[in-house]
């Protein structure tokens, strides 16, 4: 039984309300019952005035999944954070970097916009372009002062995706290795 219409598309706009809300408040930095209501009013007349698709199209909610994506996520950034620290004390100004292409197995906007979002996240890495015909992501990458260095922060894309896709993919999305797509040999 899919409801109601309206309240259909309500429960399908929630995730975008409540972010409005949420940035809103931020924006504001403020808890004040007139931010929140004035926040509340603008989210709703923005949902409701504009025909956007859902923001979470067909997500499964698994929080053990999310928290453990979260975990993943501030773990890449202290050591990636550490390991790009290191480089610019090393190095310097010399410090080397690349730009990697990235090929991905997510195969919608929301996955493939929440990888590249934890690869630019991560110090050390920021997304360039997004080939979504193809699924390419062409990443910045610091430091790579040689092929192997590249390939290594080219896994670390790829296991982030694998994250991604193990959090938020529908069932049979998730299981593959996070280190290589479908036919590569392990390195």
Do not use: K, N
């Not at 934890?118 to 910045?140: K, Q």
């Not at 995706?161 to 280190?179: C, N």
């Amino acid at each position: 039984m899919t409801g109601h219409p309206i309240l259909s598309r309500a429960r399908d706009q929630l995730p975008l309300f409540c972010w409005l809300l949420v940035l809103w408040t931020i924006l504001w930095g403020s808890v004040r019952p007139a931010v929140l209501l004035s926040g509340a009013l603008l989210s709703a007349a923005i949902v409701r005035g504009f025909a956007l698709p859902p923001l979470l199209p067909r997500v499964p909610v698994r929080p053990w999944r999310l928290v453990r994506l979260l975990g993943y996520m501030l773990a890449d950034l202290l050591l990636s954070g550490i390991t790009v620290a290191w480089e610019v004390l090393r190095s310097g100004p010399r410090t080397t970097a690349a730009v990697v292409e990235i090929p991905l197995r997510a195969d919608t906007d929301l996955l493939i916009a929440a990888t590249a979002s934890l690869a630019t996240l991560t110090p050390g890495t920021l997304v360039l372009e997004i080939d979504r015909d193809r699924r390419l992501l062409y990443v910045h990458a610091l430091p790579a002062r040689d092929p192997r260095q590249a390939e290594r922060r080219r896994r670390e894309v790829l296991r982030a995706e694998h994250h991604v896709l193990w959090a938020l993919a529908r069932a049979g999305a998730d299981d593959r290795s996070p280190a290589r797509r479908p036919g590569e040999e392990r390195s």
